[in-house]
């Protein structure tokens, strides 16, 4: 039995969170970031199943979590050659760009 205190395991729409950060290099090299992060929330909320505007919520979320650890403990070591503005920049951009509904 696997206990969550957030109440994120096995949730699909916390896991499009996990995919876009993992992605975000790529992401970043297309020409407009905008639709590249739709696409890849539309491909995953067709594989994984979830509710699409409950997948990009949960995103918006994850991006201001990191913006708030980003401004209190530092960019962190996963990330490196980012600075603590360069994520806080990044990451508020994109959860700015998930606030809007398409």
């Given at each position: 039995m696997t206990v969550d205190p957030k109440g994120c395991a096995g949730d699909p729409a916390y896991d499009a969170g996990t995919v876009i950060k993992a992605h975000l290099l790529f992401l970043l090299a297309e020409d407009d970031l905008d639709k590249a992060v739709r696409r890849s929330l539309d491909i995953f909320t067709g594989?994984?199943?979830?509710?699409?505007?409950?997948?990009?919520?949960?995103?918006?979320l994850r991006a201001v979590q990191t913006v708030f650890r980003a401004l209190r403990h530092g960019p962190g070591r996963e990330r490196p050659?980012?600075?603590?503005d360069g994520v806080v920049a990044l990451a508020g951009g994109l959860a700015g760009l998930l606030t809007e509904e398409v």
């Open positions: 594989a994984a199943g979830p509710d699409r505007d409950r997948v990009r919520r949960r995103c918006q050659g980012l600075d603590r």
